[in-house]
């Protein structure tokens, strides 16, 4: 601390403290509007823009069912999912073959149970003896092939299983970042939501082949098998035996539809708790100083209690399901012996042809028994597959034409900005006609403040200049061409914006800067760090370029965060540059530095600025003072001022 005392005391002194208040008047600045109004914008921007403010994670909306989903899903398809892992063939056929193998050893090992039990009634001892070890021997046997088998099988279906995950999340991320803006306003859709459907469904696939699909092979063969083997030894004792099987399985059937309706409600109940989690997470400060800790835990444990009550009903179903299906088990096994007794009696069979029927479809039932235990998950995938494809089939509503892809290759933008009668609501709130008949005009090179009442609309303007959203009427054209024909990645590529909050993603220093430019030189970097006043503090830093920014840059100051995105922007050499309010979260001091480096970056671009502060655009080419969604004025500050309209008097309110 290098000075302290009251204000006049200080201002006396002529210290840091006076030369502070003195540019603090310099950039005198905050209109009395702006002193009120910040807090209200920043929460409406935030909930509208990153849906992370305190106010969206208090707000009971979040707990309220989220609208239903404009497209139904399309009806599961495993066939498509299993296409998906086409290109792991090989070991898809490794594990199937594995896994049929591995089913024929269970009644292979039933039947070697029930001939050894036999071998004990063998009236001579040497026979016993030599039948004994005969069966042991397969037992070793059985033993060995197992190992193997189920190596192969497990290690097949990871191994597609794993593939599939990667290949999954790879294709959802790449498909979500290619929506338009507006499906991310959706409640549904927020970060919190997307991060739960990204890591669970793409894991659930994985557990769907590797466990479940495996498993399926397996008991199908087992059964198949087992049935062959059981008819082969006593026809008529085994005949009766399947007869009574589908006793069992409609009892896991009954269980499994009561199951699969309830699903769907259970996976949308976590993952709206999950989102909440993720977004207190996720804010924890503003949480922790909002002292609404208390408030984020109720919500919480409120969202809990629906997943809650399902898994409280389902356990329910699920005890009384497996219950009577094991009564009913034991009541067939009586059936069983009852009938094997009566033809050994009328001499039919023999008591070992029993013994070994009896355990080859018993072990049959245990197998179905598991098989069907798995039902509720396959009903959950299924969900789960539905909702993926629901996202890799959807198509984002702002697309580049394919033809414009062609044309654009190799040719220069100028930078010219027309919107011409743009009509505009946000579709996440059709009942506010945000832009009304907006015109403005923008010529290539020149700069253009807008001014305007916050919620005015100024940020609108922007985000469609970045196609983030279309116009619903007028047109917004692009050096004369209209941006809907323009092929929007080679559109965006001559595009840089410089916000309010500064993004910054967790990595180094550099790699920050970089991704303004993915191929740039190490050069570029610092010329580029250089001109946006940055070089200074970065290279002061104990490890430079190198230091990591933390997640979300929390390591970094607000001032280093923005001038590290204006070296970002830099780089990228843009024809359009966009500043919405870039220098409004910072202090005066590092105000300054931005301004600078920003008043160097705008030469010779086409540049919109947004901004508060009037002292930051009084030299730009031209101001377009916006009103409820219109230019109500147009012209040079000193044009605007003179004129002694509107501009004029937001100019004296942020004068006195
Ligand atoms: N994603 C969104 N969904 C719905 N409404 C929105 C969205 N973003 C902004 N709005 C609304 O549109 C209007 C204009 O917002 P905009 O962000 O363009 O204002 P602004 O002029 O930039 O204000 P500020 O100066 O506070 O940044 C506001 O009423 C706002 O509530
Ligand atoms: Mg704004």
């Known amino acids: 601390m290098s000075e302290l005392g009251a204000h006049n005391e200080l201002m006396e002194k002529d210290g840091q403290y006076a030369r502070l208040e003195k540019l603090q008047r310099q950039f005198s600045s905050i209109d009395q509007e702006q002193s009120v109004e910040p807090r209200i914008s920043s929460v409406t921007r935030s909930s509208a823009g990153m849906r992370s403010s305190p106010a969206e994670i208090a707000s009971p909306l979040l707990i309220e069912d989220s609208p239903t989903q404009a497209s139904p899903h399309p009806p599961p ?15 898809g056929i490794m594990g199937i073959l594995s896994a049929i193998a591995f089913g024929s050893v269970q009644p292979v090992y039933a039947l070697t149970i029930g001939g050894m039990i036999s071998a004990f ?37 990871a191994y597609m299983g794993e593939y599939l995950t990667r290949r999954i999340r790879l294709q959802m991320l790449e498909k979500i970042l290619s929506f338009e803006a507006a499906w991310f306003d959706e409640e549904h859709n927020s970060s919190g939501a997307l991060c739960c459907r990204l890591s669970s469904e793409a894991a659930m696939v994985k557990s769907l082949i590797a466990d479940r699909v495996s498993l399926l092979v397996q008991s199908t063969s087992a059964v198949t098998v087992a049935m062959v083997m059981g008819l082969v030894v006593a026809w008529k004792l085994a005949l009766v035996m399947i007869i009574v099987q589908p006793l069992t399985i409609l009892c896991f059937y009954t269980r499994k539809v009561l199951l699969s309706t309830m699903t769907a409600k259970f996976v949308k109940a976590q993952c709206r708790s999950t ?6 997470v996720y804010n924890h400060r503003i949480v922790t100083s909002f002292g609404s800790i208390n408030k984020v835990l109720d919500i919480f444990d409120e969202a809990q209690d629906e997943p809650r009550n ?25 059936l069983d012996f009852w009938y094997g007794g009566k033809l050994v009696n ?16 018993v072990s049959t039932g245990k197998v179905i028994a598991e098989a069907g235990s798995m039902t509720s998950d396959l009903a959950k995938g299924s969900t789960v597959v539905a909702s993926i494809f629901s996202i890799l089939d959807r198509k984002s509503l702002i697309q580049g034409s394919d033809e414009a892809k062609n044309s654009s290759i190799g040719t220069k933008m100028t930078g010219r900005i027309e919107m011409k009668k743009v009509d505009f609501t946000y579709p996440g709130r059709p009942d506010r006609l945000v832009l009304h008949e907006f015109s403005l005009e923008v010529k290539a090179g020149t700069s253009i403040g807008l001014v305007g009442k916050s919620g005015c609309g100024k940020s609108t303007v922007i985000a469609l200049i970045q196609r983030f959203y279309d116009a619903d009427k007028g047109s917004l054209k692009i050096d004369g061409v ?20 500064p993004v910054i993603y967790s990595g180094t220093i550099r790699e920050n800067i970089l991704f303004g430019k993915l191929n740039a030189s190490e050069n570029e ?16 830093l104990k490890n430079g370029y190198e230091t990591e920014c933390g997640d979300r840059g929390a390591t970094i100051s607000g001032g280093q965060r923005q001038r590290i995105v204006i070296a970002r922007a830099i780089i990228r050499n843009p024809t359009i540059l966009l500043l919405d309010e870039a220098t409004s979260a910072l202090d005066v001091q590092s105000e300054q530095l931005v301004q600078t480096a920003l008043d160097q970056l705008m030469v010779g671009r086409t540049t919109v600025v947004v901004a508060h502060r009037l002292n930051t655009i009084w030299n730009l080419d031209s101001i377009a003072f916006i009103s409820e969604g219109k230019v109500l004025e147009k012209g040079t500050y000193v044009h605007l001022k003179n004129k002694r309209g509107a501009f004029f008097n937001l100019v004296n309110l942020q004068s006195t």
């Open 346 to 361: 009328a001499g039919e069979i023999s008591a070992a042809d029993v013994f070994k029927t009896f355990f080859i479809l």
């Open 482 to 501: 209209d941006i809907r024909l323009l092929d929007i990645g080679w559109y965006r590529r001559h595009m840089a914006l410089v916000s309010q909050e």
């Open 310 to 334: 399902e898994a409280r009903k389902k356990s329910w179903l699920a005890g009384i399901g497996i219950g009577s299906a094991q009564g009913l088990t034991f009541i067939c096994w009586a």
């Open 275 to 280: 989102q909440i989690a993720v977004e207190a």
């Open 121 to 157: 009634y063998l009236p001579s001892h040497e026979e016993m003896q030599s039948r004994i070890q005969k069966y042991c021997m397969i037992f070793i046997i059985l033993c060995l092939v197992s190992v193997v088998l189920n190596l192969f099988q497990h290690y097949n279906f």
């Open 77 to 91: 398809s495993f066939s498509r999912l299993l296409s998906l892992n086409l290109p792991e063939w090989k070991q």
């Open 525 to 540: 970097v610092v010329e580029a760090a250089r001109a946006a006043n940055a070089h200074e503090f970065i290279s002061s």
